[in-house]
């Protein structure tokens, strides 16, 4: 894993002396990691990441670790809505909607593996607490994406995938707030897209019998707080 740092000047203390407990993966839907990493490092956005990593593999930190970057934005996870003060931030180099969405690359992959196995060691993360940007923002944001490869993490131990299907008759949106997801209109979706991308049409009883499994196996852990 290469690693470079290049310092983004929107950062700033992470708010009630809040360690990370969370990690949030994003794609950057820009045309390269340069593109990303100058976007992210301009005051005039306002936006940051902690790293970034390119299509081959490189990874750049824009911020530090202890700092809290502005990558989440309006959202929440179980009762944590200021995502940025209890997160890290990864952005993956990739084009997203601007090329049809193109699948991440197996170098780029393999810097994830490394990075985050480093990020949760350091900070006691569990995999459960690794997620998208679209799970805390349903409806907003839709990023890394269907074509991101979550089952390799949890192969890994870095996130997590379900292991059994549970009540086929379970309430999803209860379910699904068990779990950690907020309740909006756009929670289904955005389930689907990290666990059943193929899936379409209407709440289905593998939707329910698969978010029950996730919520039974990982509850969203409330004692995290609420900040």
């Known amino acids: 894993m290469i690693l470079t740092e290049t310092q983004s000047p929107n950062s700033g203390p992470r708010r009630l002396g809040q360690d990370p407990d969370m990690v949030v993966l994003h794609h950057t839907a820009m045309q390269s990691a340069e593109a990303a990493i100058a976007r992210l490092c301009d005051p005039a956005f306002e936006v940051s990441a902690h790293y970034v990593i390119a299509e081959n593999g490189a990874v750049t930190r824009l911020v530090p670790e202890d700092l809290r970057a502005w990558h989440a934005g309006a959202g929440q996870w179980g009762k944590v809505v200021d995502v940025n003060s209890h997160s890290i931030g990864i952005e993956l180099a990739n084009a997203g909607p601007l090329v049809d969405f193109p699948p991440f690359a197996a170098a780029q992959m393999d810097a994830l593996e490394v990075l985050l196995a480093g990020i949760m060691a350091r900070h006691n993360i569990r995999a459960e607490r690794v997620i998208a940007h679209s799970d805390m923002a349903p409806g907003r944001k839709a990023d890394p ?48 897209l990290r666990f059943c991308p193929i899936a379409t ?7 329910r019998a698969i978010i029950d499994a996730l919520a039974k196996r990982w509850p969203v852990d409330a004692s995290l707080g609420t900040a």
Do not use: C, H, M, V
């Not at 192969?155 to 997590?160: Q, R, V």
């Not at 209860?174 to 309740?183: C, L, M, V």
């Not at 049409?201 to 939707?207: L, N, R, T, V």
């Open 201 to 207: 049409g209407p709440e289905s009883a593998i939707d």
């Open 145 to 192: 994406g269907a074509k991101f490869d979550w089952q390799r993490l949890a192969n890994a131990g870095l996130s997590i995938w379900p292991e059994a299907k549970g009540d086929p008759d379970a309430d999803f949106l209860t379910s699904a707030k068990a779990f950690g997801y907020p309740d909006t209109p756009d929670t289904l979706a955005a389930f689907r």
